[in-house]
């Protein structure tokens, strides 16, 4: 069920249409796809351990933990800061209390892949959106992107995204005609 080509970048305005009839569940998949450029199996991956410091009172921790198991069978992993958007969603959501469990349950662990594709589609077409190019990399795309724009160098860029190389990195960023119009304007006016 994967779609093939760029993944729409989506406005503050797109993600608030979308929240509005999104589940707790998906509005806070989203807000951690978007606010930290989680791949969707990353964020799909993580535990309650990963995200709160107390799950039961909602205390967030001050990092998102992603934990991926590499080839050799070692636990590696990077992490992201929780800014205050993400913070104010986690203290929202209502998680499990066991920290061993999926943040995102599912009928057989934790939420699949095309469980979560599946409803921002159906949740796109609710709100209006069918027109662009919806799935699950608009977060990670989207934050690239806005992180970019806002003058964020590549390598702290790369370091949120957890890119392995700069070039792949430089794909997911939209360049703005008026933006590198504006830059060499400021360099030879």
Not at 34 to 58: C, G, M, Q, S, W
Not at 111 to 118: C, D, Q
Not at 148 to 174: C, F, K, M, P, W
């Amino acid at each position: 069920m994967r779609t093939i080509g760029q993944a729409s970048i989506l406005s503050e305005a797109d993600w608030k249409k979308l929240e509005s009839v999104a589940n707790q569940k998906h509005r806070l998949l989203w807000a951690i796809l978007r606010f930290t450029a989680a791949r969707i199996n990353e964020a799909l991956e993580l535990r309650i351990k990963d995200v709160y410091k107390d799950a039961v009172r909602k205390i967030p921790l001050d990092e998102v933990v992603f934990r991926q198991e590499n080839r050799k069978g070692k636990d590696k992993h990077h992490t992201v800061p929780i800014c205050s958007e993400l913070r104010v969603r986690l203290k929202d959501y209502t998680p499990s209390t066991n920290p061993e469990d999926y943040l995102f349950p599912g009928i057989n662990g934790r939420l699949s892949y095309e469980g979560a594709l599946v409803y921002l589609k159906k949740s796109a077409y609710k709100v209006g959106l069918d027109d662009k190019k919806i799935v699950t990399h608009c977060g990670r795309r989207s934050c690239i992107t806005e992180l970019s724009r806002r003058g964020t160098d590549l390598r702290t860029i790369q370091s949120v995204s957890g890119h392995a190389s700069i070039a792949n990195l430089q794909r997911y960023i939209e360049l703005d005609p008026d933006r590198t119009k504006n830059a060499l304007e400021k360099i030879f006016s």
